[in-house]
């Protein structure tokens, strides 16, 4: 693991994962979004760049984070039709907000999403304890 790519700070700072060969799933992924869903990424973006590093996640808005367990959470994107996006992350105090992998949804979270943020934060702390 590489050290992870800045997406925005202020009082909090957002962070994404990022692999050895210096790849970040969640831009890239935020990527092909911009392209395939242009509101589901603008709605995204200003959520990561706007208001969570001056106010924090908005677990008071369901529509936009939520807890998911073991400490992994979610933030939310859907436009009209039935497409979602989630970046699932985990926050390390103080205020620091590590974004670990994105997928769409459609009906239900990915199967592999959550373990794959469990996994991505396990290697986050690893890194954080040898750096």
Known sequence: ?????????????????????????????????????????????????????VNGPPFHNVSQAKRLRNGICEFKARDERIMGHRVLFFEEEPCRIICTNACYKTVKTPPDAIPTAEEQRGAYWSYRRLN
């Open 1 to 53: 693991m590489k050290p992870p790519i800045e997406i925005a700070r202020d009082v909090y700072t957002v962070l994404a994962i990022r692999e050895d060969d210096g790849s970040c799933q969640v831009l890239d992924h935020l990527e092909k979004v911009r392209v395939e869903y242009p509101k589901i990424y603008a709605e995204m973006m200003a959520l990561l760049q706007n208001y969570v590093p």
